[in-house]
């Protein structure tokens, strides 16, 4: 059954700001499991080195799928805005976390260089139900998801969002795709871009359940993109060669999930050969 249409509005009493040193974050006290993971957070991240390495050919355009408190969504603006004036940064959220972004966004200086859309992507455009866990936002799924918390929001999926934005034919898209198993979705809903898009996403097999032939997505994706494993820090940079090897480990292995970056055939003469932990 669903709950409240909405999210609670914010209370000032239960907010709590985090300065991780290079920006300040925002966050809600007794989403416990999320305030956990702001410090575990690195600053360290391969997409920002590929946005470095493919800079001049400018606009950069940035999604931030499922951004939560904005870390990284802080972190790759300001890393944007270090390298070009001419670029299109937008974060997407349709939860809790996303009602203290504008917040987030305004203390670290970023208001008038990021965007923020408190929806959700999905592979078409409407309303869907958002599932999560009490006291831990990071959990925010639309499949698969426990009844802990569930609301209705707003769905666009990143064709509208690049239609809207404009880049050209040849331009290299970014994103980061955060949504606890919704990637096939998001990336349906991103099909027309798909052969410009460099992401990483998070796999979490448990997550995607049986609705996905895990191995079959990672191999279809291979068609297209060059594809690497992150690891669930991003302290690796490895090639997926063997699909079946690299699924079986990511569901034996704890944390049982990781994050892996996909990188369109036709940029990957642009890449070094090892990016390494950049």
């Known amino acids: 059954m669903i709950g409240d ?17 290079d920006i ?24 920002a080195e590929l ?24 972190r790759t603006a300001r890393h944007i805005a270090s390298l070009t004036d001419d670029y299109r940064i937008i974060g997407m959220d349709p939860g809790r976390a996303g009602e ?5 966004l305004m203390k670290n200086g970023l208001s008038d260089k990021v965007t923020f859309l408190p929806v959700a992507a999905w592979k ?17 799924r639309i499949v698969k998801g426990n009844k802990d918390v569930s609301w209705i929001a707003s ?22 795709i955060d949504t606890q198993g919704a990637d096939l979705e998001v990336l349906i809903g991103a099909r027309q871009y798909l052969p410009q898009l460099i992401f990483v996403s998070e796999l979490v097999p448990w997550a995607c359940g049986d609705r996905i032939d ?10 297209t993109h060059a594809a690497f494993d992150l690891g669930a820090t991003r302290d690796r940079c490895e090639p997926i060669d063997d ?36």
């Open 155 to 176: 769905a666009l999926t990143l064709s509208h969002i690049f239609d809207d934005l404009g880049p050209g034919a040849d331009q290299p898209l970014f994103a980061k």
């Open 51 to 74: 946005i470095s390495i493919l800079a001049e050919q400018s606009p950069i355009f940035f999604i931030d799928v499922g951004c939560n408190y904005g870390v990284q969504l802080c």
């Open 214 to 223: 895990i191995p079959v997505f990672i191999e279809t994706l291979k068609s």
């Open 24 to 47: 300040v974050i925002y966050a809600h006290s007794d989403d416990s499991g999320a305030v956990r993971n702001l410090e575990a957070e690195s600053p360290v991240d391969q997409l």
């Open 243 to 278: 699909v079946k090897a690299f699924v079986k480990r990511v569901y034996e292995e704890a944390p049982f999930w990781t994050d892996f970056l996909c990188v369109p055939h036709r940029f990957a003469s642009l890449i070094p050969t090892k990016l390494g932990r950049v």
């Open 5 to 21: 249409a909405f999210p609670k509005p914010v209370s000032a009493t239960n907010i709590t700001a985090r300065d991780l040193g």
């Open 124 to 140: 078409e455009a409407g309303v869907v139900e958002v599932f999560s866990e009490e006291g831990n936002s990071l959990n925010n």
């Open 100 to 104: 203290l972004i504008p917040y987030t």
